[in-house]
Structures are given as structure tokens and as C-alpha cells.
């Protein structure tokens, strides 16, 4: 009764959003998606596709809800190891900041505030999804897939182009007014943990957001061969960097050590420390092709060019001098200064 009566009232206020609400049985979603598609002759994968969405019955429905729910189990499924690794003493060897650690209260803060932006700002936009993709023109519920090869290539463009969008966006909310009202809240942590990528301002969360999905849908206005499948992947590709870059660690494993344009946890971690520097997401050449990531490269050569037997002290003096200077970057930023926020300010002024 209480379901029929929100749809009348959305019917008679907002027919739009009523009329994709609305839901047919299995042989009519069948009839109206896949005419004349020979189910039978997909592979499993390709089939469960087509059955999720005549079982849902409705496309717009079955859009938002699958793009939500792998939002969210690739997010918490990808941030939760790092939380268990964090516990155990054994990976410390490859902490990045091992003398700090995050409490429960910190982690408990950040999942109610990750959660609270997932379910009022992203969960909205993500329903809306399915409209938008047809819009552009990106196949969704058809089938088959696009070809392996065809979405690789697809995927490669989509981290150029966020890369390169994340990047000058970020380097915007470093700008006074706009890192002290929203891009501050992500800085809370000095030493990032997994769960943090997307601890950030429902504004940050919009704005750079728009570098994931932007990416696949400037491409269909050049080709209409792009299926929402081959976004599902970029999507869970990108969530898996932006959380490793977050995690805190570096391991001899770590990508970073197979592809050296890599950014990693190694880069982005700098950059929570000294403020202003690595302001890239996936690969280092936009920060390397405009000097962004001068401080980093120089704290790297002293740390490298110290002896084995000081190596840890000189790395210890030299994080610590980052972070005083990261610290003063920070206020002056607070204060309306520019994302550098270091030049022409004597050391001694702000201490």
C-alpha cells in the first residue's frame, strides 16, 4: 500500500522519474531488450548479463543498482585488506611513514563520512547513470561485449585522460580558498590509509569524479563502439589505484618498481606529507614535465646518496623537514595563497 501510494504521488508530480520506476515480468523485458538476440549462442558471462537485466525488468534500475553495488564492494573490498595489513607487524618493514599509525576513532570517522557521501551525493548521480550512457550513446544492456582487445585499448585512454584531468584539478583545489573549504577535509590524514580515497568534500568527490566518467563519455562522441561493461572494468581499475595510492605502503612488488611512470602509494603519500608536490594520480609525467615534483626527487637523491649505516637517520631528519614544510605550505594556503604556497615566504615567518 505505502509502495503504491509514493508511485502515485511520484506519478502525479514527477512522471519522469515514475516512468523509471516502472518494471515488466521476464518475457516482455525479453521481448523489448533482446528481440531477435539468440541468448543461447553468448558466452556465460554474456548471458548473465542479459539475464540479470530481464530478471530486473527494468534498465534503468538494473544500471544504478549494478553500478552502485560495484562501487561499493570494489571501494570497501580493495580498502579493508589495508586495514588488516596495517594491524600486522610484519608489512611495517614497508610503511612509508612507520612511526604513525591511525586510531579506530580516525577509521571509524572516515567510513561514516565515505559512507555518508556514497549514499547522498554518489548514489543519486549513479542512478542516473543508465539515462546519460544512452544519451552518449554507450551500449549498456545489449549484448554482446566488446572485444578484449577493443576495451584494453579503451581502458588505456580513459587513465590518460583522468590522469590528466585529476592532475590540474587537483592541483586547483590547492588554490587558497578552494583547498581551505573543500579539499582540506582529505588532508586530515598526513599518512593516508586506503579507506581515505575518497575521504573528501561531496564537492572534491564531484569534481574529481568527473575524470573517471568524463573519459568514456567524450569517447562515445567520437565512436559508438563503447559497452558500460568495458566502464565497469575502468571503474574497478581505478578505484584499485586511487585506494593503493592512499594505502601507505610500498612494497617490492608495488607497480611502481615494473612501470617507472607509475605514481603509487610511494608518490601520492609524499604529497599528503610535503602539501605541495605529486599532485598526479596514475603516472608521474604530468608532474615531471611541469616540476611539481621537485621535492620529492630531492628528498629521493639525499635519502639515496646517505650511507647504508645513516640511511635511516638522514630518511628520518629529511621526512621531518618535509612535513614542517608541508605544514607551512598548508597554512599558507589557509590564508589565500596560491597551491604552491612556498615561494617567496622566509622560512622563519610562519614558525
Known amino acids: 500500500m505505502a509502495t503504491n501510494v509514493a508511485y502515485n504521488l511520484l506519478e502525479k508530480y514527477a512522471p519522469v522519474l515514475a516512468e523509471h520506476l516502472v518494471t515488466v515480468n521476464a518475457t516482455t523485458a525479453q521481448n523489448q531488450l533482446y528481440p531477435g538476440v539468440d541468448l543461447l549462442g553468448l558466452n556465460w558471462l554474456e548471458r548473465t548479463w542479459a539475464s540479470y537485466y ?6 534503468v534500475l538494473a544500471t ?3 553500478s552502485f553495488v560495484i562501487h561499493e564492494i570494489v ?5 579493508i585488506p589495508w586495514l588488516v ?3 600486522m607487524p610484519y608489512f611495517r618493514q614497508w610503511k612509508l611513514q612507520e612511526n604513525k599509525t591511525v586510531t579506530s576513532a580516525q577509521i571509524w570517522k572516515c567510513t561514516k563520512v565515505v559512507l555518508l557521501t556514497h549514499f547522498t551525493c554518489e548514489f543519486p548521480l549513479i542512478y542516473l547513470f543508465h539515462p546519460i550512457c544512452c544519451y552518449f ?3 549498456t544492456y545489449q549484448v554482446p561485449f566488446s572485444p578484449i582487445g577493443l576495451m584494453a585499448a579503451q581502458i588505456a585512454c580513459f587513465f590518460v585522460f583522468e590522469d590528466m584531468f585529476h592532475y590540474w584539478a587537483h592541483r586547483a583545489l590547492h588554490w587558497g580558498p578552494l583547498y581551505k573549504n573543500i579539499h582540506k577535509l582529505h588532508h586530515e590524514f598526513s599518512a593516508p590509509i586506503g579507506l581515505a580515497a575518497e575521504y573528501a568534500h561531496p564537492l572534491e568527490v564531484l569534481i574529481l569524479a568527473q575524470g573517471t566518467i568524463m573519459g568514456p563519455f567524450l569517447y562515445c562522441l567520437f565512436r ?6 568495458t566502464v565497469y572494468i575502468w571503474i574497478t581499475l581505478r578505484l584499485f589505484q586511487a585506494v593503493d595510492a592512499h594505502s601507505g605502503y610500498d612494497f617490492p612488488w608495488s607497480l611502481r618498481h615494473w612501470l617507472p611512470f607509475w605514481a603509487g602509494a610511494d608518490h601520492h603519500d609524499f604529497h599528503h606529507q610535503a602539501f605541495v608536490n605529486c599532485y598526479s594520480t596514475s603516472f608521474r609525467w604530468w608532474d615531471y614535465m611541469l616540476g611539481t615534483d621537485n621535492k620529492y626527487h630531492a628528498y629521493k637523491a639525499r635519502v639515496a646518496a646517505a650511507s ?6 638522514v630518511q628520518k631528519k629529511e621526512i621531518a623537514e618535509v612535513e614542517k614544510e608541508g605544514l607551512r605550505a598548508e597554512r599558507i594556503a589557509e590564508m589565500g595563497g596560491g597551491q604552491g604556497g612556498m615561494e617567496g615566504v622566509p622560512r622563519g615567518k610562519l614558525e
Open 64 to 66: 544504478g543498482l549494478l
Open 224 to 229: 559508438q563502439d563503447l559497452h558500460i561493461s
Open 137 to 139: 550513446g554507450m551500449a
Open 308 to 313: 647504508d649505516k645513516d640511511r635511516k637517520a
Open 54 to 59: 530481464i530478471w530486473m525488468g527494468n534498465p
Open 85 to 87: 595489513i596495517d594491524r
Open 75 to 79: 571501494y570497501f573490498g580493495r580498502a
